[in-house]
């Protein structure tokens, strides 16, 4: 026995040389064929093997196959695959192979959408990859799948469906400019961006980059934190489709599909998606539904002209978590975290009240035209539209507090509309309303914000040898429709409201009728934009400039008689300049720096005086001065990147309701700066680690004292803000993650992330703190991490190919308060909370045909 082992190893050992003449290495690098991109993580596989590897941060590959001629596909998410015929007689080297997007018009896209290339742009940037949003996306909601980018604090703050907010470097989303195809989407009345609306956004992003700071956007934008761009999938080059269905925790059930019909030989291309979510929500009481489309036609004119038409929308309903509560009444209540007090049960059914319902169907429409003029030169121009519905319910009338909670202790004011288990009682509300002898005294109105919004973008660029110049011009109309209209009676034969001047105090109202408030919000936005980009191998630079009118009116079908409804046109003139510099210091290490000044209008409900049509003439213009220094460092297995920033918030619009009056509070200055850290490595070819660390200091700078005046200008009174270096609330200061992705197994992939949160304060008013005693910081709320995991299996049905996909959040069921509003003591005793999701699950399969 002995003997026959001792000639086994020898012969191997004699073998060995041979077996290592019998192998070749094949190498290479792969990059996108439009920009030179390198491509990370692109599979590289011999055909009907499973001999291969993945790309190296630099889009590098090697590895060894035996003597002989070989089929190498390579292959990656978003692009098309590309095969080529390898006859190895010892080593190879493939030089770089150019992969083509599996989108007919991306590079189009990609640059009206102002997508940069790292290391060339002196921009602060991370890039989210369209693979890490299919493979970890899985049950979150969308601004989730940044959790992995320094400086951004994600939650899903009540838990409804499309209810997570999203801060990057402190702002909040009205601070953030969000682009769709290059089109600015952020509500163009007070700038933020509301996720449910976009809730099937996730199941036709393309792209996804996070640029932090200033950006590269060249529209005038309120990105003070930075811009979110996101690319909605066009028209697929390849023929084929996919279907999807998925599940997971408190009954969420997911289907999509997808199917084109690639380019065909007359030029044109069509694609269509659709899907449908629904589920209970982790949450009590957060039962939702939700649809979504995609689809996109496009021609091919000839090689100079391409004509795209793209329409998606997500028409959803879903309850929803209105009020905070303290840690002990969470602890008291027999649902613990989950617990929802904004509901109660009509005809056996979940019914939610009072900002806690919302109903909305926002879809975009755009014409696109992209004309290559010469070989340096394009002209893109973007016609659009989005004619939104819908709205929010609440509790309206006399004895509206029926069904209304009152924030922040969350105590009803009437105990006897609540039954026995703390739910609403309709019914009792219901009798109420039925013995009245002059109508309902308790209704539902429907809060309206219906919009249309119409826009046109484009964009002229040129190159002149290292020169690159763009200009264009960005114009919107925006029609905003606020009303409340009634929805439910509760029981009432009509419902009496005085609040319309234009017809009679005793007229019954019945359902579909206006009450409380109905009026147009109205902005005009004519913008210009330019920008200068010099382009040498080892540097480059920027500078971009932009100019808009911006114009408010407001139109008020309640206060005013005919005639006499429509404010004048107030013009605004925002502004601003920008300007970076990059260094290339030698092959792996480049430097960039960049800093810029933003003059921004106020937001539209600043600008008129207690909800009337009279201006706010005290009404200032935001300024924001910031600057930033980066560094970056790459190799073959190993990509670093470091900023500092430094960004001055001045003269924040807040206009305060006091005695009945209104005050414009001037001199609200906050600082934000930080350190940003975030890096890859590929140590070895199936394995990928991903890591980031943000330290921030974000704080109000000054102590503010403010007159109040009324509507004749008299004095009122004098009022003071103490909040010099308190710190801002709402995202987490520091943070730090770290991913791990690691094929186990030929197409068994695994992935586990870790998000760790720290100093974070709770949310408070700053205009509360009005005596300096008041001048403390707000709660700290404790740190926290999570660790999430995601796992997918590729494998055949027949000849389709199939990818199974599974998820685990908060695997170690994690308790900890993702959102807070100060209490009076400033502590965990007094203030009101949010707690973050438990562990939840999902699983789904993809099918491609």
Not at 14 to 31: D, E, H, N, S
Not at 263 to 273: F, I, K, R
Not at 661 to 686: C, D, F, R
Request: glycine share 10%; charged share 15%.
């Amino acid at each position: 026995m002995k003997r026959t082992i001792w000639c086994t190893l020898l012969m191997l050992l004699f073998l060995a040389p041979m077996l290592t003449l019998g192998q070749g290495v094949i190498k290479g690098i792969i990059v996108d064929s439009n920009n030179g991109n390198p491509l990370i993580g692109a599979a590289v596989v011999v055909e009907g093997t499973t001999i291969g590897t993945s790309t190296s941060v630099d889009g590098s590959f090697n590895f060894k196959v035996p003597i002989g001629k070989h089929v190498i596909k390579f292959s990656y998410v978003g692009y098309l695959d590309f095969e080529k015929n390898v006859e190895v007689t010892g080593d190879v080297d493939l030089g770089t192979i150019k992969l083509s997007p599996s989108l007919v018009d991306i590079e189009e896209v990609l640059v009206t959408a102002s997508f940069v290339r790292d290391r060339t742009t002196p921009v602060a940037v991370s890039t989210i990859e369209p693979k890490v949003i299919v493979e970890k996306l899985g049950n979150k909601e969308f601004p989730e799948i940044l959790k992995i980018t320094p400086s951004v604090y994600a939650t899903r703050t009540g838990g409804g469906f499309g209810d997570s907010r999203i801060y990057l470097r402190g702002f909040d989303s009205n601070n953030i400019g969000v682009l769709i195809n290059g089109i600015p989407v952020n509500d163009m009345e007070n700038g933020k961006v509301y996720w449910s609306n976009w809730a099937g956004l996730s199941d036709v992003t393309a792209n996804q980059q996070v640029q932090r700071g200033l950006g590269a956007s060249k529209l005038a934008l309120s990105s003070v934190g930075g811009t979110i761009n996101i690319i909605t999938k066009s028209t697929d080059a390849q023929k084929g489709g996919s279907y999807y269905y998925g599940f997971g925790n408190d009954g969420f059930r997911k289907q999509n599909f997808t199917v084109s019909t690639g380019l065909m030989e007359n030029g044109w291309a069509v694609t269509v998606s659709g899907g449908y979510t629904t589920g209970n929500g982790y949450v009590q009481a957060t039962n939702f539904e939700g649809y979504s489309y995609f689809a996109n036609i496009s021609k091919k004119i000839n090689e100079k002209h391409t004509i795209t038409f793209n329409a998606f929308g997500a028409p959803q309903w879903h309850n929803q978590r209105n009020n905070k509560h303290t840690i002990q009444e969470f602890r008291d209540n027999p649902n613990g975290i989950k617990w929802n007090s904004d509901f109660g049960y009509r005809n056996g059914q979940i019914y939610t009240t009072g900002y806690a319902y919302n109903f909305y169907h926002k879809p975009q429409m755009s014409l696109n035209h992209y004309w290559k003029l010469n070989d340096n030169s394009m002209l893109t121009t973007q016609i659009y539209a989005s004619l939104a519905t819908g709205g929010g319910r609440r509790v309206y009338g006399q004895n509206s507090t029926w069904l209304s909670r009152q924030f922040p202790s969350g105590l009803p004011y009437d105990v006897t509309a609540l039954t026995q288990e703390g739910y609403y009682d309709y019914d009792w509300v219901i009798q109420q309303n039925a013995a009245a002898m002059n109508g309902s005294t308790c209704i539902i109105a429907n809060a309206v914000n219906d919009h249309q919004w119409y826009g046109a973008l484009s964009t002229f660029t040129t190159n002149i040898e290292s020169l690159k110049l763009t200009a264009g011009f960005d114009g919107r109309f925006y029609n905003g429709v606020h009303a409340y209209k009634i929805d439910d009676l509760l029981g009432g034969k009509y419902f009496l409201d005085n609040k319309n001047i234009n017809r009679p105090a005793s007229q019954p109202l019945y359902k579909g009728d206006y009450v409380n408030y109905h009026y147009l919000g109205q902005v005009l936005w004519l913008g210009l934009f330019a920008q200068g980009e010099y382009i040498k191998d080892n540097y480059s630079g920027f500078l971009s400039m932009a100019i808009a009118s911006n114009n408010y009116r407001r139109v008020d079908y309640f206060q005013y008689e005919p005639g006499n409804r429509a404010s004048a046109w107030h013009d605004f003139l925002p502004w601003n300049v920008k300007a970076g510099f990059n260094y290339k210091v030698y092959g792996e290490h480049n430097v960039f720096v960049n800093g810029g000044y933003i003059k921004r209008a106020p937001i539209f409900s600043n600008s008129f005086l207690n909800n009337t049509n009279t201006f706010n003439d005290g009404v200032k213009y935001e300024r924001i001065i910031t600057a930033e220094l980066g560094y970056n460092y790459a190799s073959r297995i190993f990509n670093v990147k470091v900023n500092l920033f430094h960004t001055q918030w001045l003269d924040k619009g807040l206009v305060k309701s006091l005695s009945g009056q209104t005050a414009n509070i001037l001199g609200i200055n906050a600082l934000h700066q930080g350190v940003e850290i975030e890096g890859i490595v590929k140590p070895i070819s199936k394995l990928d680690i991903r890591g980031m660390f943000s330290w921030g200091d974000y704080r109000w700078s000054d102590d503010v004292n403010f007159k109040l005046y009324n509507e004749n200008q008299e004095l009122i009174g004098t009022y003071n803000a103490y909040i010099k270096n308190v710190h801002v609330g709402n995202s987490a200061q520091v943070s730090a993650a770290v991913s791990c992705n690691y094929e186990i197994l030929p197409k068994l992939k695994i992935g586990a992330d870790v998000n760790w949160y720290a100093k974070n304060y709770a949310d408070f008013d700053p205009t509360t703190r009005t005596t300096p005693d008041s001048k403390q910081d707000a709660w700290r709320m404790p740190n926290y991490y999570t660790i999430d995991l995601d796992a997918n299996y590729r494998f055949k049905i027949g000849n389709l190919n199939a990818t199974l996909y599974g998820n685990v959040n908060n695997l170690l069921n994690t308790e900890y308060i993702a959102d807070a509003t100060d209490g009076t003591n400033h502590d965990e005793f007094t203030s009101y909370v949010f707690f973050g999701f438990g562990r939840t699950w999902s699983t789904g399969l993809r099918i491609n045909f």
